[in-house]
């Protein structure tokens, strides 16, 4: 049971836009920022999304995150077949010292 | 181009022990905390421990606290993590990545990993 909680799957067709949630506490998403990681088949994760919604260096733009309380999002737009990965959010937690990762959702472009 | 690779990983009984290794080229390891996450086969990813760039600060995830200890020589520009009593729940890729390249006001992210070293626990 990871501690946030993030929909074991998503879809979409290409070309279309999709969103991934991420539902946390007050202890993790409620009071830090949100990173968001793509891992895609038989790879090491990369870092997609940092600090709630800004994009490291050679990420594209049709990658963007946002926050709300506890509550993060990832959106995708402009689909493409390359996208199909597993997304993971994840978060420092207060309580637990240290980072908290959500259970990864796993992203099918039809 | 920052490379980590890791090392150390294999086939273990239960109660056995372990050394995993980390070697950082194409930046400056002594200035960034490092981290070790893990991955059991086909589930998520689990933070597990991580120490500041001067080894002043050191975090364990409850789940191997006691048992795995991490370590760092940043003069051989290498992370490493010692695992003891190891359990068969503690089989998983094991990957160690940086941080401190992309942060915010409370955290930084996880920006660059290494391609994992496997550990099975197994009798």
């Known amino acids: 049971q990871s501690v946030l909680a993030q929909p074991p799957s998503a879809s979409g067709t290409p070309g279309q836009r999709v969103t991934i949630s991420c539902s946390g506490s007050?202890?993790?998403?409620?009071?830090?920022?949100v990173n968001w990681y793509q891992q895609l088949p038989g790879t090491a994760p990369k870092l997609l999304i940092y600090s709630n919604n800004q994009r490291p260096s050679g990420v594209p733009d049709r990658f963007s995150g946002s926050k709300s309380g506890t509550s993060a999002s990832l959106a995708i737009s402009g689909l493409q077949s390359e996208d199909e990965a597993d997304y993971y959010c994840?978060?420092?937690?207060?309580?637990?010292?240290?980072?908290?990762f959500g259970g990864g959702t796993k992203l099918t472009v039809l | 181009e920052i490379q980590l690779v890791e090392s150390g990983g294999g086939l273990v009984k239960p109660g056995g022990s372990l050394r995993l290794s980390c070697v950082a080229s194409?930046?400056?390891?002594?200035?960034?905390?490092m981290n070790w996450v893990r991955q059991a086969p086909g589930k998520g990813l689990e933070w597990v421990s991580s120490?500041?760039?001067?080894?002043?600060?050191?975090y364990y995830a409850d789940s191997v606290k006691g048992r795995f200890t991490i370590s760092r020589d940043n003069a051989k520009k290498s992370l490493y993590l010692q695992m003891n009593s190891l359990r068969a729940e503690d089989t998983a890729m094991y990957y160690c990545?940086?941080?401190?390249?992309?942060?915010?006001?409370?955290?930084?992210?996880?920006?660059?990993w290494g391609q994992g070293t496997l550990v099975t626990v197994s009798s």
């Open positions: 994840a978060a420092r937690d207060d309580t637990l010292t240290g980072r908290v």
């Open positions: 007050s202890s993790n998403v409620g009071s830090n920022t």
């Open positions: 120490i500041s760039s001067r080894s002043t600060y050191i």
């Open positions: 194409g930046f400056t390891l002594s200035s960034y905390t």
């Open positions: 990545a940086s941080e401190g390249a992309y942060c915010s006001s409370t955290n930084c992210a996880l920006d660059s």
